[in-house]
T-cell receptor, first 114, second 111 residues
Framework: SQTIHQWPATLVQPVGSPLSLECTVEGTSNPNLYWYRQAAGRGLQLLFYSVGIGQISSEVPQNLSASRPQDRQFILSSKKLLLSDSGFYLC?????????????FGPGTRLTVT | GNSVTQMEGPVTLSEEAFLTINCTYTATGYPSLFWYVQYPGEGLQLLLKATKADDKGSNKGFEATYRKETTSFHLEKGSVQVSDSAVYFCALRAGGFKTIFGAGTRLFVKA
């Protein structure tokens, strides 16, 4: 069966510090991978998605970036965090190529920028 | 473009009350429709889905029917429990790379 991991689970970082969040998927190959952000009490904002190694599509211009160094690994980064980067970050996957199947979500990372 | 509209919350119910959360969509073609649930501090979990018109998805006492004529996928449960307190998201996929989510509806169930 497929499993998706995210770490860390929680993170408190000062403004201006770097960020690295990691997501890995087990039990499938060549998934489409996604990063979402959820502000407190709000809906989901799609940040990035990837259809393959090294292929990243950005949905919202901001100070975040994403990379996919391996087939089942997806990393979200920032060089300098802003207060507005606080939120709940969710990684998700869906089997590729584009289909009408459901997405599977990780447990999320709670980021607080102070 | 494709979109999902769901009723604004929060919805507050007493235990054993009937639940309806409305969801309507706009999409070209024949999308798959989903309801996801998010418990506090957790990621989203698939609650149920339907892939074609008149399909009924069901799980854990929740049901939703894919109504193409009214472009709706309303979530219902006959008797809610305190443990059903969560945020519920309606969503669709129409074959592209993205899932289109509604804004979410928060449900509070009081004992």
């Amino acid at each position: 069966s497929q499993t998706i991991h995210q770490w860390p689970a929680t993170l408190v970082q000062p403004v201006g510090s770097p960020l690295s969040l990691e997501c890995t998927v087990e039990g499938t190959s060549n998934p489409n991978l996604y990063w979402y952000r959820q502000a407190a009490g709000r809906g989901l904002q799609l940040l990035f998605y990837s259809v393959g190694i090294g292929q990243i599509s950005s949905e919202v211009p901001q100070n975040l970036s994403a990379s996919r160094p391996q087939d089942r690994q997806f990393i979200l980064s920032s060089k300098k965090l802003l207060l507005s980067d606080s939120g709940f970050y969710l990684c998700a996957w869906i089997r590729g190529p584009p289909a009408k199947d459901e997405q599977y979500f990780g447990p999320g990372t709670r980021l607080t920028v102070t | 473009g494709n979109s999902v509209t769901q009723m604004e919350g929060p919805v507050t119910l007493s235990e054993e009350a009937f639940l309806t959360i409305n969801c309507t969509y706009t999409a070209t073609g024949y999308p798959s429709l989903f309801w996801y649930v998010q418990y506090p501090g957790e990621g989203l979990q698939l609650l149920l889905k339907a892939t074609k018109a008149d399909d009924k998805g069901s799980n854990k006492g929740f049901e939703a029917t894919y109504r193409k004529e009214t472009t709706s996928f309303h979530l219902e449960k006959g008797s809610v429990q305190v443990s059903d307190s969560a945020v519920y998201f309606c969503a669709l996929r129409a074959g592209g790379f993205k899932t289109i989510f509604g804004a979410g509806t928060r449900l509070f169930v009081k004992a």
